[in-house]
């Protein structure tokens, strides 16, 4: 073309550009070079070939674009059309939609959809409706786009109203229609209406529910709602199944609590992918199952499945709940042996997990590890320090990450708790009064707690009083019940049965009010009204919750409830209470009743 004179002819160089730029996009650039240096006159067709080459670049596009109108060439429908594919942001889809309306083009259908699309993906619903009601004539397309948006943000009601309006215009629903119907009855767990979309396809044979796409969403549908032999219908109805559709029976199986059957259907799947493995795993951590968690885990492994980050949060959030420190370290262990990005979600689980298990030295090696924290990152080790009784360290700390990241109202509610165990009363009462000024951040029920709970400790009991009087929301049986445990420890009888009587409003059928106030009114020797108390309590059938502890052996929970003799193993632990019993008694000078509830606890 240079030879013969034809470099920077407009025909030729169309052709040059669109084979560089869309047949072969990996020569990009090179049809930038072209465009910019060997064309001295393009064309309409020149400026939307490279428009659409730069739709993944909103800024690169935006300025072609520019040049064009410059030029004094205007753009038609399909111009306006790559550059709203380009627009990230509904900022740059308001100005593709004014030229659109400038330059009368605002009433082509397919532009208008895609403009609906664009703004009910971002959520901009009030946009979405004024293009849907500015249209001459609505297609299903439109009313497609409108129910699967509502559906999506769980505007499930509208997209129902939408679906009626689509029957009463005259149209005919198809596939996608109905695939965002279902969705909103599953949001809803409206198994009736459920039914009556399925019977709805049944009898129109052009919508079948063995459409992968339908019957998938018929699927999620009946999952969503617990109607599993329905879904198990569905599931085996399906002429060609996907990983969706397994993975979507699965989760089916767990919500309703058969386990059973989902490990069967798992080694049935003929493939897997991470969201298999990690709620198979997730099924076994919601019952406290981590020896069969763990071997699930390490099948996955030796299937050459690597686990990604959601796999290793669940299994140290598991170890952290059980409290099961070793098991925890082995996770973290694997984490740094495969280089596994340690982000701030997997970050925030091993914080939670070493503080837990009493390691708050480890939590804070991991936390200075972490490169990028987040808002939660950062709570959950000031959480740390403040359950280890680490208040100062926990307030500098709070003053660091202020320079990095803004609390949140659970960061300031973790800073409280560190100033309530700690007894930093004044740093407590300013931060309180500091929150919303400084942090933008309104006190709720918990802050007012804490505030209650750090006044009443302190022993300033009536200023307490004060603040649940003042509160601007009801106080909570929490509050109450922080009240009484701080009159038991000042010994302030008149406060605890205020306080004791607005806790039996809230809770009455609960022990821990009547147990207070009865150990109040004998720590006081007012033995009568103890005795009175506890005959009150049994009057009304409230009995006290018996003492309980747990202990995780070879990844087993197991729970010992006091005064339980129907324990498997009974009969073995019997013996060694009553050698623990002995052997105290010679180190120890407790008095004999103390002996006596002792075994009768045991």
């Given at each position: ?186 949001k809803l767990v409206d198994a ?272 307490a009083k004060d603040v649940i ?127 006596v509830a002792f075994m009768e606890?045991?």
């Amino acid at each position: 073309m240079m030879r013969i004179g034809l470099i920077g002819e407009t025909f030729p160089m169309s052709r040059l550009i669109l084979y560089s730029a869309i047949s072969h996009p990996e020569n990009l650039d090179m049809s930038i070079l072209l465009f910019s240096y060997f064309t001295p006159h393009p064309n309409l067709f020149i400026y939307k070939t490279m428009i659409s080459a730069l739709s993944f670049a909103f800024k690169q596009a935006y300025v072609v674009y520019k040049s064009m109108l410059r030029s004094s060439i205007w753009p038609e429908k399909q111009t306006l059309l790559y550059l709203l594919k380009a627009a990230k942001h509904v900022s740059e889809a308001k100005q593709v939609h004014c030229h659109a309306i400038v330059m009368g083009l605002v009433s082509y259908d397919y532009l208008l959809n895609s403009l609906l699309k664009m703004y009910m993906n971002n959520g901009k619903m009030d946009l979405a409706r004024k293009v849907f009601l500015c249209r001459s004539s609505s297609d299903v397309a439109s009313f497609n786009i409108m129910i699967v948006g509502h559906a999506k943000t769980g505007n499930s009601l509208e997209a129902i109203k939408m679906f009626r309006k689509l029957v009463d215009s005259g149209l005919e629903p198809d596939e996608f229609t109905i695939s965002g119907l279902l969705v909103c009855c599953g949001k809803l767990v409206d198994a009736r209406l459920g039914k009556s979309v399925h019977a709805w396809m049944a009898r129109r044979k052009h919508i079948s529910s063995s459409n992968l796409v339908l019957g998938n969403a018929l699927l999620h549908m009946y999952v969503k709602c617990k109607e599993i032999e329905l879904g198990r219908r569905t599931f085996d109805a399906l002429r060609v199944k996907d990983i969706v559709s397994w993975n979507t029976m699965f989760e089916g199986f767990v919500m309703v609590g058969e386990l059973e059957s989902a490990r069967s259907l798992f080694n049935h799947m003929p493939c897997r992918d991470f969201v298999s493995w990690n709620s198979l795993i997730c099924s076994y951590a919601q019952n406290d199952d981590l020896t069969m968690m763990t071997k699930v885990f390490k099948d996955m492994v030796a299937e050459n499945v690597m686990p990604d980050n959601v796999t290793v949060t669940i299994l140290v959030a598991v170890a952290a709940e059980v409290g099961e420190l070793n098991q925890g370290r082995w996770i973290h262990g694997m984490v740094l042996r495969t280089g596994m990005k340690i982000n701030a979600f997997l970050g925030s689980a091993l914080i939670n997990l070493y503080w837990k298990c009493g390691s708050i030295e480890k939590a804070f090696v991991v936390f200075r590890d972490i490169t990028e924290k987040d808002v939660t990152v950062w709570t959950t080790m000031i959480t740390g320090f403040a359950f280890h009784g680490y208040g100062r360290k926990a307030l500098e700390l709070f003053s660091e990450m202020q320079e990095e990241e803004m609390p949140n109202k659970v960061t300031i509610l973790a800073v409280l708790t560190a100033c309530v165990h700690c007894g930093l009363i004044d740093e407590g009462l300013e931060l309180f009064s500091s929150m919303k000024e400084n942090y933008g951040i309104e006190p709720g029920i918990e802050h007012y707690g804490c505030l209650v709970d750090l006044l009443g400790r302190s022993g300033r009991l009536t200023k307490a009083k004060d603040v649940i009087d003042m509160m601007p929301m009801k106080p909570s049986r929490s509050i109450w019940g922080a009240m009484l445990s701080n009159c038991r420890a000042h010994g302030n009888v008149e406060m605890a049965e205020i306080a004791w009587r607005e806790l039996l409003k809230l809770e009455p059928d609960k022990e821990g009010g009547y147990v207070l106030l009865s150990n109040i009114y004998a720590a006081n020797n007012k033995w009568s009204f103890s005795d009175k108390i506890r005959e009150v309590m049994e009057s009304r059938g409230v009995k006290k919750t018996a003492g309980c502890s747990s202990i995780v052996v070879d990844g087993v929970l197991h729970d010992f409830v006091a005064a339980d003799k129907r324990h498997p193993r009974w009969l073995n632990m019997q013996p060694i209470l009553y050698f623990l019993n002995s052997e105290m008694r010679l180190h120890t000078d407790f008095p004999e009743d103390f002996w006596v509830a002792f075994m009768e606890a045991c």
